[in-house]
């Protein structure tokens, strides 16, 4: 069975980097097949697409963090990351990891989501 | 920009009736959207892709339909483990554009 399952801190201090990572079992990153996604969704708020990696190493993400965005992937840990600096309170939010289908492209496996809380 | 809008933000509804959730894009959008339950504390899970078509394993009491701007997300016979948000999605290959959601729960 495929599983995805987010893991980082819960609380990073503004101004500094939140770091995420997101394990999946049952498959391999490794296929060309898929993207690796991350999205949040603040308390309160809906859901907000962050970006996601393809095995190729190919990111596409979201205009309104780009600045501030890096996902990589370690395919030896079966593993992709999520980087994001510079935070701020705005960024407190509960953040998933997903696997994206391609055409028609949807997302088919999420994790469980891990919130992360930006405070000093 | 695409913008996604939902109505309505939230219903209640009893046991047994016919919910019907409605999602609107800015612009055609073709058939490149997708449906999600959001539960507290659980994965979220994909509904419905691409408009119309069930994801393997969700009961056939869901249903999608629409094109272009208009699409609809349909529980026919409300169940009490239903009690969610939903969210709509436009998708393409290099983004993907959430809607604002749709909180359900039983009267």
């Known amino acids: 069975q495929v599983q995805l399952q987010e893991s980082g801190p819960g609380l990073v201090k503004p101004s500094q980097t939140l770091s995420l990572t997101c394990t999946f079992s049952g498959g391999s990153i490794t296929s060309a097949t898929y993207s690796w996604n991350w999205i949040r969704q603040p308390a309160g708020k809906g859901l907000e697409w962050i970006g996601h990696?393809?095995?190729?190493?190919?990111?596409s993400y979201n205009a309104s963090l780009k600045s501030r965005v890096t996902i990589s992937a370690d395919t030896s840990k079966n593993q992709f990351s999520l980087r994001l600096t510079s935070v701020t309170a705005a960024d407190t939010a509960v953040y998933y990891c997903?696997?994206?289908?391609?055409?028609?492209?949807?997302?088919?496996?999420w994790g469980k989501g891990t919130s992360v809380t930006v405070s000093s | 920009d695409i913008q996604m809008t939902q109505s309505p933000s939230s219903l209640s509804a009893s046991v047994g009736d016919r919910v019907t959730i409605t999602c609107r894009a800015s612009q055609n959008i073709n058939v490149f959207l997708n449906w999600y339950q959001l539960q507290p504390g659980k994965a979220p899970k994909l509904l419905i892709y691409a408009a119309s078509s069930l994801q393997s394993g969700v009961p056939s009491r869901f249903s999608g339909s629409g094109s272009g701007t208009d699409f609809t997300l349909t529980i026919s016979s409300l169940q009490p483990e239903d009690i969610a948000v939903y969210f709509c999605q436009h998708s393409s290959s290099s983004s993907f554009i959430f809607g604002p959601g749709t909180k359900v729960d039983i009267k």
């Open positions: 997903a696997r994206g289908f391609p055409y028609p492209w949807y997302m088919d496996v």
């Open positions: 990696i393809y095995a190729s190493g190919r990111t």
